[in-house]
């Protein structure tokens, strides 16, 4: 099944950096305002860490029921909280200054990334943060997006000190090796992403987790689409 099948490798990654860090336990996380950051799955019993997601409309899930996503099925799985600060149509540039997008009406506008992060290191708790975004970024240039994701990843870092921080390059169900076309060449996105966040010495403790290879695609189901895009799980698929 596909949702399961993205739960079981951001589990197996997630896993290892949270053994590999030591966290300590903090409150539970309060609900945020904005309809898109939400604590979004109860604490499992016992558990005394948390898990924040930032991204888009796939790291959100399903908008009426995002404890169903792959994001707070994976935190379950790991027997962590969830937290979830994404809105649609966002990115690490995307809906940020220069490019707001219209939410909900009654909601505030949207926010970039590294726009969220105040507020949510001031509401919702975190010793692992994901970061699974940028597919609304590949029409900018290239060194536009490097550096917006190296800036937001810093102030990730500066926030959540004792954190893991992960990334997931931005990928598409129906093309997960992702090329972005610019004015001058197209480009592997996951490359430009472990290049730039390797050579970064302030972010280096930041996992950058890699789309799953085409074997395990094919063997799992993920190479199949979901919603029409080819980008988005149907909600069909997010139940199973």
Same mark, same amino acid.
């Given at each position: *099944?596909?949702?399961? $099948?993205?739960?079981?490798?951001?589990?197996?990654?997630?896993?290892? +950096?949270?053994?590999? #860090?030591?966290?300590?336990?903090?409150?539970?996380?309060?609900?945020?305002?904005?309809?898109?950051?939400?604590?979004?799955?109860?604490?499992?019993?016992?558990?005394?860490?948390?898990?924040?997601?930032?991204?888009?409309?796939?790291? &959100?899930?399903?908008?009426? &029921?995002?404890?169903?996503?792959? $994001? /707070?099925? #994976?935190?379950?799985?790991?027997? *962590?909280? /969830?937290?979830?600060? +994404?809105?649609?149509?966002?990115?690490?540039?995307?809906?940020?200054?220069?490019?707001?997008?219209?939410?909900?009406?009654?909601?505030?506008?949207?926010?970039?990334?590294?726009? %969220?992060?105040?507020?949510?290191?001031?509401? *919702?708790?975190?010793?692992?943060?994901?970061?699974?975004?940028?597919?609304?970024?590949?029409?900018?240039?290239?060194?536009?997006?490097a550096n917006a994701l190296l800036f937001t990843l810093e102030r990730a870092a500066d926030a959540w000190p004792n954190a893991r921080i992960v990334v997931i390059p931005p990928w598409y169900l129906i093309d997960p090796d992702t090329a972005a076309a610019t004015m001058d060449a197209e480009y592997a996105v996951a490359e430009l992403v472990r290049d730039r966040v390797g050579a970064d010495p302030a972010l280096g403790n930041v996992i950058v987790l890699d789309p799953p290879p085409?074997?395990? %695609? #094919?063997?799992?189901?993920? +190479?199949?689409?979901?919603?029409?895009?080819?980008?988005?799980?149907?909600? +069909?698929?997010?139940?199973?």
């Amino acid at each position: *099944m596909i949702t399961t $099948a993205i739960v079981a490798v951001v589990v197996v990654v997630i896993g290892l +950096a949270v053994a590999a #860090t030591v966290v300590s336990a903090r409150p539970a996380a309060q609900p945020a305002e904005a309809a898109t950051e939400r604590f979004a799955a109860p604490a499992a019993p016992g558990a005394s860490t948390s898990m924040l997601f930032v991204g888009d409309s796939f790291t &959100l899930g399903p908008p009426s &029921l995002p404890d169903l996503g792959y $994001a /707070c099925l #994976t935190a379950t799985r790991l027997g *962590m909280n /969830c937290n979830l600060g +994404a809105q649609p149509g966002t990115g690490y540039i995307n809906g940020g200054p220069d490019h707001r997008l219209p939410l909900a009406p009654g909601t505030e506008h949207s926010t970039s990334y590294y726009e %969220r992060i105040p507020r949510l290191h001031a509401r *919702m708790a975190a010793d692992v943060v994901v970061f699974d975004g940028g597919r609304n970024d590949l029409a900018y240039d290239r060194e536009f997006l490097a550096n917006a994701l190296l800036f937001t990843l810093e102030r990730a870092a500066d926030a959540w000190p004792n954190a893991r921080i992960v990334v997931i390059p931005p990928w598409y169900l129906i093309d997960p090796d992702t090329a972005a076309a610019t004015m001058d060449a197209e480009y592997a996105v996951a490359e430009l992403v472990r290049d730039r966040v390797g050579a970064d010495p302030a972010l280096g403790n930041v996992i950058v987790l890699d789309p799953p290879p085409a074997e395990f %695609r #094919t063997r799992s189901g993920l +190479a199949e689409t979901g919603e029409a895009d080819g980008i988005h799980l149907s909600p +069909a698929q997010h139940r199973r």
